[in-house]
């Protein structure tokens, strides 16, 4: 990969960032499975998702569009400016991974409430497989890619995959609940 070294440098700082940012989508899956055993508490998790949704990602687009980014990478964790523009660059790339997270924990604490839990190892099949797809790809097709980029693109798009096949294996218990 292209930057290997500098690619692993930045990882986990770029990482974490990101985690943290995504971190209320990732606790909203305990909270849709304890509000769906309230009666009539849907329509307002339904609301609540669209809202938590836009936040987070409004929330990461702010830390990326401005110089916040450049204060975390720089500041606090004290990348050189080399691998901070790596870290920053590679942050954007995962704006997607924030609002996504969201939907996931939505679907999977829908299915988890219906105990139809089969659907959440296959959503992790089809991360897996999608990701070594995509890093397979990668790594033979695409020498020019910074192995951060690479490594979070496929992350974002296999993330994406799995929300799919979550919402897709959702339907029927999203159904049940909107009655």
Request: charged residues 10%.
């Amino acid at each position: 990969m292209n930057l290997a070294l500098a690619s692993l440098a930045t990882w986990q700082v770029m990482a974490g960032f990101t985690f943290m940012v995504r971190s209320p989508g990732i606790a909203y899956n305990e909270v849709v499975v304890a509000m769906l055993d309230r009666a009539g508490s849907f329509p307002a998790l339904r609301r609540y998702t669209t809202r938590l949704f836009f936040i987070t990602g409004a929330i990461h687009l702010l830390l990326a569009a401005t110089p916040l980014a450049r204060l975390w990478f720089e500041g606090v964790s004290a990348l050189p400016p080399d691998l901070s523009i790596l870290a920053r660059t590679g942050f954007w790339l995962a704006l997607p991974l924030t609002s996504v997270t969201v939907l996931q924990s939505f679907y999977q604490g829908a299915i988890l409430h219906n105990k139809h839990t089969r659907a959440i190892p296959e959503s992790v099949i089809v991360f897996l497989i999608t990701v070594l797809i995509l890093l397979g790809a990668g790594l033979t097709w695409g020498q020019a890619i910074p192995g951060l980029y690479l490594a979070i693109g496929s992350f974002v798009a296999a993330n994406l995959t799995q929300t799919g096949w979550l919402y897709l294996r959702s339907k029927p218990s999203l159904k049940r609940l909107d009655i």
